[in-house]
């Protein structure tokens, strides 16, 4: 794993100030308490409806604030031309320091961030990477997908021995990461030693997930284990499993993720849902990175990418998640 990239010594003493202030507005926010602004520092997730981005905004606000820039996000509603539009326009500011976030499509990075480059702007990437960006904050998709599909395949076999259990995968196979976390799922499915059948099925929202859930129950009622590589997605999924009859409590029935929002966090909590486990990135860990990467970079020092990895969410520590959203 990388070191993590050292930042200006304000940087320290501003993620002691992560809190959980309320969801980032579209626009910009005044730095410094009262001192002269630094200029700005910019990020753009693809949606501010994903609740661990969403939580990411409210954390790193404080702390680039405390640094002395104005903080400035949008919401592009996964809507590629308006994400676009938002960056052009944070580059034609003219006081911009630094500048990244996650895409809804990479590609479309690459000719924002060669602009962004000529303005003496660096810019950072957020999990998944494009040319020219100066540094990432690294969230190992694969192995996140690996964890999830390895635990369950323990499930299985200690619950159903050597008989073949059916799996459902939801993924968003349209983007990197969700062709990444299902390979890692596969992966750790197979490498378990569980006799397993896969269902890979296509799904981006709680309500597709629920769809897609109803449709592989008619196609095989016996589906017993559910995977997925968003809370919401899944939680879909595990409703369609309620609403065909079965316990949210039913023993024989596994649900995980590589997430966990505040409604996962109290299924777990429970310790007897079927919604059993989770292995999440925490707020706060991918905040920290993205903040120290920024001002770095915006310091104009040269920062190296900070690799963050997802941690096992179980019920006696999902108060270590609080602040996933």
């Known amino acids: 794993m990388n070191k993590w990239t050292r930042a200006a010594g304000v940087a320290a003493a501003a993620m002691l100030a992560l809190s959980t202030a309320a969801c980032a507005n579209t626009g910009g926010s005044e730095g410094g308490e009262g001192g002269e602004s630094k200029g700005a520092i910019a990020w753009s997730f693809a949606s501010q409806d994903v609740a661990i981005w969403a939580s990411q905004l409210s954390l790193m606000k ?139 099925l296509e799904a981006t929202t709680r309500d597709v997930g ?38 949210a409590d039913d023993e024989g029935y596994y649900v995980s993720a590589t997430d966990a929002n505040k409604e996962v966090l109290g299924l777990i909590e429970t310790g007897t849902d079927m919604w059993r486990t989770s292995f999440a990135w925490r707020a706060e860990d991918l905040a920290e990175a993205n903040v120290k990467l920024l001002l770095a970079a915006a310091a104009g020092e040269t920062p190296e990418d900070i690799v963050v990895d997802v941690k096992q969410v179980l019920p006696d520590n999902v108060g270590d998640f609080a602040n996933n959203g």
């Open 210 to 247: 629920y769809s897609v859930a109803q449709s592989q129950l008619t196609a095989d009622p016996n589906t017993k284990v559910w995977l997925g590589i968003g809370a919401d997605m899944t939680l879909g999924a595990r409703q369609a499993v309620i609403d065909s009859g079965v316990a």
């Open 62 to 200: 404080p702390a680039i604030e405390e640094a002395g820039y104005e903080f400035l996000t949008n919401d592009p509603a996964f809507d590629l031309q308006t994400q676009v539009n938002d960056m052009q326009a944070w580059i034609a500011r003219g006081d911009v320091k630094a500048m990244g976030g996650f895409p809804v499509d990479p590609s479309s990075m690459v000719p924002i961030t060669a602009e962004a480059k000529a303005a003496g702007i660096p810019m950072i990437a957020y999990a998944v990477s494009w040319e020219g960006a100066v540094a990432m904050t690294v969230a190992p998709n694969v192995e996140a997908g690996t964890a999830v599909g390895d635990a369950a395949g323990k499930w299985i076999s200690e619950n159903y021995g050597s008989d073949e259990v059916s799996v459902a995968i939801l993924a968003d196979t349209q983007t990197q990461l969700g062709q990444d976390q299902l390979k890692g799922m596969t992966e750790g499915l197979e490498a378990s030693g569980a006799k397993v059948k896969i269902y890979p």
